[in-house]
């Protein structure tokens, strides 16, 4: 029998209710021909009993016997996947029906062994939806660049997220997630991916998923570990340019700190580290003072005023996956 074309593969725990949107989503695409793998990372009965109920075919749960975390029940369902592409899908995020059909067309323009093919997406608060991804990546910048040298306090001006990837099969088996890493998932895969000979990284300009900000879910990426994310970054400083590095100091390990109220002696080593094991530029100087030393309160304020400026100057409202 003929196989899916695309497999998509929703890991999840503990989540029950949302899980069932993100399935929903993936059911309703514009392309039939795919198979929906839900990852259940370890025990968790309600879930499993949850997913019983969905009587489509095309859905197929795996249930791990214990948990593994996010990267390793990503890797069981790319292992699992009879599709030549992986399509990932966090439970808590959901798709326009038409992003598996906009982003094999982009696949198949590339003409590359291994496209890999993201897409802008929708940021959905109480506050309003934004647009994320708002800046395409530039002919030939670098991964790094694009996803860390901010311009501003926008948050979503760049993103590479998992929900909005699709990527060749074959190339997720040879470059896997990294197991046990507890944040910054996304950014490990597609920084080593980049490297892979044959790779070329595209995002579509569409709008194909939906980011729930606020929705009372717990998220990684919320996390204020800066520790953590200093030391990661040390780890991958052959996969950043030296300009992004040092803005990889400026907007994410300052910010965390600053969320942590960290003492001087941290602010001072950071600076130590943006200054000297990267190039810095004024742009990313400005951003380390103001994530570093502006209130943030002010700042998410100035952050509000931003993404309101942007919704009322938009041509129309966002629209409903």
Not at 88 to 111: N, R, Y
Not at 147 to 175: D, H, K
Not at 226 to 240: M, Y
Request: aromatic share 8%.
């Amino acid at each position: 029998m003929k196989g899916p074309l695309v497999s998509v593969v929703i890991p999840t725990r503990f989540r029950p209710r949302i899980v069932h949107r993100a399935i929903k989503s993936a059911l309703a695409q514009s392309l039939a021909d795919i198979e929906v793998i839900v990852v259940v990372d370890g025990p968790d009965n309600d879930t499993e009993q949850s997913l019983a109920a969905i009587t489509d075919p095309r859905v197929r749960v795996i249930a791990l016997p214990a948990q593994v975390g996010g990267s390793e029940a990503r890797n069981s369902g790319v292992r699992a996947a009879r599709a030549p592409w992986i399509a990932l899908l966090d439970d808590d995020d959901e798709w326009f029906p038409h992003k598996l059909q906009v982003q094999l067309a982009a696949a198949d323009s590339l003409g590359v062994a291994y496209p890999v093919v993201y897409s802008r997406y929708v940021g959905r608060s109480t506050e309003g939806d934004c647009i994320m991804a708002a800046r395409l990546p530039a002919e030939n910048e670098p991964i790094s660049e694009y996803l860390f040298c901010r311009s501003g306090l926008r948050f979503g001006e760049t993103g590479l997220g998992s929900s909005e990837l699709l990527a060749p099969t074959r190339l997720m088996l040879e470059v896997p997630f990294l197991i046990g890493l507890r944040k910054h998932q996304d950014w490990d895969w597609i920084l080593r991916a980049a490297q892979h000979p044959g790779v070329k990284v595209h995002v579509v300009p569409e709008m194909l998923a939906v980011y729930y900000m606020d929705d009372g879910t717990p998220r990684v990426s919320n996390n204020a570990e800066w520790r953590f994310s200093l030391e990661w970054v040390q780890q991958r400083r052959h996969l950043l340019t030296p300009k992004a590095y040092s803005f990889f100091i400026a907007t994410e390990c300052a910010t965390r700190a600053k969320k942590v109220n960290a003492g001087i002696g941290v602010y001072s080593m950071l600076f130590r580290e943006f200054l000297f094991s990267g190039s810095p530029r004024l742009r990313s100087l400005v951003l380390f003072l103001g994530f570093a030393f502006v209130p943030i309160e002010l700042r998410n304020h100035l952050r509000r005023l931003l993404v309101s400026e942007e919704r009322a100057s938009s041509d129309a409202p966002l629209a409903e996956p």
